[in-house]
C-alpha cells in the first residue's frame, strides 16, 4: 500500500528495485522473482509503464539488464534518490 500511495511511477519502480535488491541480490545480479506484466500489477501501474521506467532507469546507468529477468544495479545511490 505504500507504494501506491504518492509516488510516481518511477519512484515505485525504484522502490520495488531496491526492496528486490535487499532482498534477493546475493552475487550483484537480481534474478526478479516475477515478470514485468506481474511487476505492474504489483505497483498498480501498466506493464507498459514498468517497461519504460526499466529503460530509462537502463539509460541513465541505475541499472542493466543481464537477461530476460537478471538486472544488475549500478547505481544503488541514483535508486536512492529518486526514491526519496
Known amino acids: 500500500m505504500l507504494l501506491l500511495g504518492r509516488k510516481t511511477a518511477r519512484e515505485r519502480v525504484a522502490t520495488f528495485l531496491l526492496e528486490m535488491d535487499r532482498r534477493l ?11 514485468r506484466r506481474d511487476i505492474a500489477d504489483y505497483l498498480g501501474l501498466t506493464l507498459e509503464t514498468v517497461s519504460r521506467a526499466l529503460s530509462q ?4 546507468g541505475a541499472l542493466d539488464f543481464s537477461g530476460a ?9 541514483k535508486l ?3 526514491d526519496s
Open 57 to 60: 532507469l537502463n539509460s541513465e
Open 25 to 35: 541480490s546475493v552475487t550483484g545480479t537480481m534474478a526478479l522473482p516475477m515478470c
Open 80 to 82: 536512492h534518490n529518486i
Open 69 to 77: 529477468r537478471q538486472i544488475v544495479l549500478r547505481n544503488r545511490r
